[in-house]
C-alpha cells in the first residue's frame, strides 16, 4: 500500500531553515509527480511545492517562491523540501502528497514552527 513518511520538522528562528523530507514507499515513485502541502491551525491546506515525475517541472505557490525548493531523488524514493528565510507565517503541519489512480494520499505531517 502506498505509504509517505515525512521527516524533519521542528522549531526554527525568523530567518532560519529546514530541509524536509517524505520517504515513499508502495509505488513506482519515479513515475509519479510529488507535492508537499501545509495546513496552519484553523486554516484550509494549501499547496507548496510540486516537483514533476521526471524532476524537470518544479511549480510553488507565490507565498513561497524564492525561498522553497523541492527535489527528488528517486534511488532513494525521496521528496524533499528546503526551506529557507523561514518567516512566522510558514508556520504549519506540512504534509507530502501523491495522486495515484485518482486518489489523493497523504503522510502524517511533520511540524514546522517558526518563532520571531
Known amino acids: 500500500q502506498v505509504q509517505l513518511v515525512e521527516s524533519g520538522g521542528g522549531l526554527v528562528q525568523s530567518g532560519g531553515s529546514l530541509k524536509l523530507a517524505c520517504a515513499a514507499s508502495?509505488?513506482?515513485?519515479?513515475?509519479?509527480?510529488m507535492s508537499w502541502y501545509r495546513q496552519a491551525s484553523g486554516e484550509e491546506r494549501e499547496k507548496v511545492a510540486r516537483?514533476?515525475?521526471?524532476?524537470?517541472?518544479?511549480t510553488y505557490a507565490d507565498s513561497v517562491k524564492g525561498r522553497f525548493t523541492i527535489s527528488r531523488d528517486d534511488s532513494k524514493n525521496t521528496v524533499y523540501l528546503q526551506m529557507n528565510s523561514l518567516k512566522p507565517e510558514d508556520t504549519a503541519v506540512y504534509y507530502c502528497n501523491v495522486v495515484r489512480l485518482w486518489t489523493d494520499y497523504w503522510g502524517q505531517g511533520t511540524q514546522v514552527t517558526v518563532s520571531s
Open positions: 516537483i514533476s515525475s521526471t524532476g524537470g517541472t518544479t
Open positions: 508502495g509505488f513506482t515513485f519515479r513515475n509519479y509527480a
